[in-house]
């Protein structure tokens, strides 16, 4: 059978501290929704069997770099107030349409690279308009030296959904997003920031579903781990995707002994009028990060992730790919 995406977005996120004394950067990144209606279909649509037990995100192939594709560099004059890490080296910018004001790189499984800008940015507002490009004169520059990508282990977004699909949890992001989403707290204060939620229950654990407040301005809900059960089942399946691996490899990549997981959801959106610019840490001294793995996506709609430069202040818009 077929599984019908009324969400655009489907992502699981992990949040973790440092477990050690070393410094090093920090994730300040702020988290928006993309402006455009969800569709009804998507072309990384789930595939599912007919017993709904097994699920796989359905993607085109990637093809290698073109002739025409950009290649950047880290280690430039342009880099040079930043610390460059020792793997950081030079890539093709991976993104076979460029959307987004970011290079996305789509390297070996577990390679840690720094977010650059793009030398070019191209937008199209529907598949009927024509793309247009502009150049950005900070092009191959680092965003923010407490921002990185990295390249998932293959078999980790399958694990996932495969998990979202037994349980419900898709379902139910189905009803949120559409018929029954969670009420807004503030009906008639948008300066209120109070989250609302309730306790659901999938298999025999507790979670938690919440939406942000009205101000927020979003069909935006998440659901996480209520208690110790549901957190600790939740890791083992991260860690059965090969989540532990990658952890390694970002300990490394950044320069930490040890790493600890204290927060786990899965959030989804289907769409915002403008989005809601925000920190979830700050002053951290490099040691709290958000891990945010897609698994579900809409390609026709305009980045879903808003990043502000640490030294310009400017803002661009990051694509999310299923797989980084």
Sequence with gaps: ??????????????SFTAADNASAASSSSAEVPSSKEAKKSSSSSL????NDQTCSPQQSSSSPPSEESHFYCVDTSINSEYEILTNQNCFHDTTQQLIGDFVTNLGPPGRVTPILWRNTTTTTTSTTTTASS???????????????????????????????????????????????PIP????????????NG?????????????????????????????????????????????????????????????????????????????????????????RVYNVIIPLLLEDDVPPELILVDDVTGERGGYKYQVGM
């Excluded at 600790?232 to 002994?257: M, T």
Aim: net charge negative; with cysteine.
């Design 198 to 286: 309730k306790f659901v229950t999938f298999g025999s654990n507790r979670w938690y579903a919440q939406r942000p407040a009205k101000k927020w301005k979003s069909n935006m809900h998440w659901i996480s781990p209520a208690d110790e059960q549901t957190h600790e089942e939740y890791l083992r399946v991260l860690f059965s995707g090969g989540f532990g691996d990658l952890l390694e490899k970002i300990g490394h990549a950044i320069q930490l002994d040890g790493l600890v997981a204290y927060h786990l959801t899965f959030l989804a959106v289907s769409n915002s009028v403008v989005g809601y610019t925000h920190h979830d840490t700050t002053a951290t001294g490099g």
């Design 184 to 195: 807004t707290q503030s009906d008639h204060d948008n300066d209120d920031d109070t989250h």
């Design 134 to 180: 502009t150049t950005n004169s900070n092009g191959g520059k680092i965003v923010s030296q407490y921002a990185f990508q990295i390249t998932l282990p293959p078999t980790l977004v399958p694990t996932l959904l495969n998990y979202t699909s037994h349980l419900g949890i898709i379902d139910k992001f189905r009803d949120f997003t559409s018929t029954s």
């Design 47 to 50: 595939s599912c069997s007919a």
């Design 1 to 14: 059978m077929k599984c019908i995406d009324l969400f655009y977005t489907l992502a699981a996120i992990a």
